[in-house]
T-cell receptor
Framework: RKEVEQDPGPFNVPEGATVAFNCTYS??????FFWYRQDCRKEPKLLMS???SGNEDGRFTAQLNRASQYISLLIRDSKLSDSATYLC?????????????FGKGTKLSVKP | DAGVIQSPRHEVTEMGQEVTLRCKPI?????LFWYRQTMMRGLELLIY????????DSGMPEDRFSAKMPNASFSTLKIQPSEPRDSAVYFC???????????FGPGTRLTVT
């Protein structure tokens, strides 16, 4: 089982649509969670951290379900500029494994 | 504030040549990471350093790859000899401590012919 799994997409949606991405992780001891965004031919950039209580940043809402080892990202009222690849990221502490594990990403294309 | 700086941005070289990629992390960050990204394999961690000490190099493909961090503000990733299958984008990232959000450099796009 891969450490972090995402649906690769692509998700093709019209402007204004609501779109949801899901991600599962295999290490139940993981302690930090993030969504990163990567534009074509650019570096990944932090979109938002994900907290157990859920968190919202404008049109973006992230949820974490530790029991199911499941992370989600909801984008409301999608814009053309939201077109990018969204990477689910899980952080593991302790020992030699204090690093982030990146999923392969879900590609989103927002059309006019 | 300057972000993570990488050089060169693009590198085209012939098979068998030595390639050196450079990275300057964000000042004050204690952890530095080298990644490789390809369409097939996604983003792969090659090696990371905490306080200039290599902690996990299990992602380094083989002995042709080596990385150093002689001080807190500089790291290199060297490939010798390079092969066509090494063609990829190589990212350097840094963070204040490991397992928290990382900040990526713009990457080096390496093509080995």
């Amino acid at each position: 089982r891969k450490e972090v799994e995402q649906d690769p997409g692509p998700f093709n949606v019209p402007e204004g649509a609501t779109v949801a991405f899901n991600c599962t992780y295999s290490n139940s001891a993981s302690q930090s969670f993030f969504w990163y965004r990567q534009d074509c031919r650019k570096e990944p950039k932090l979109l938002m951290s994900v907290y157990s209580s859920g968190n919202e940043d404008g049109r973006f809402t992230a949820q974490l379900n530790r029991a199911s080892q499941y992370i989600s990202l909801l984008i409301r009222d999608s814009k053309l500029s939201d077109s990018a690849t969204y990477l689910c990221v899980v952080g593991n502490y302790g020992g030699s494994q204090g690093n982030l594990i990146f999923g392969k990403g879900t590609k989103l294309s927002v059309k006019p | 504030d300057a972000g993570v700086i990488q050089s060169p941005r693009h590198e085209v070289t012939e098979m068998g040549q030595e390639v050196t990629l450079r990275c300057k992390p964000i000042s004050g960050h204690n952890s530095l990471f080298w990644y490789r990204q390809t369409m097939m394999r996604g983003l792969e961690l090659l090696i990371y350093f905490n306080n200039n000490v290599p902690i996990d190099d299990s992602g380094m493909p083989e002995d042709r790859f080596s990385a150093k961090m002689p001080n807190a503000s500089f790291s290199t990733l060297k490939i010798q000899p390079s092969e066509p299958r090494d063609s990829a984008v190589y990212f350097c990232a840094s963070s204040f401590v490991a397992a928290v959000e990382q900040y990526f450099g713009p990457g080096t796009r390496l093509t080995v012919t």
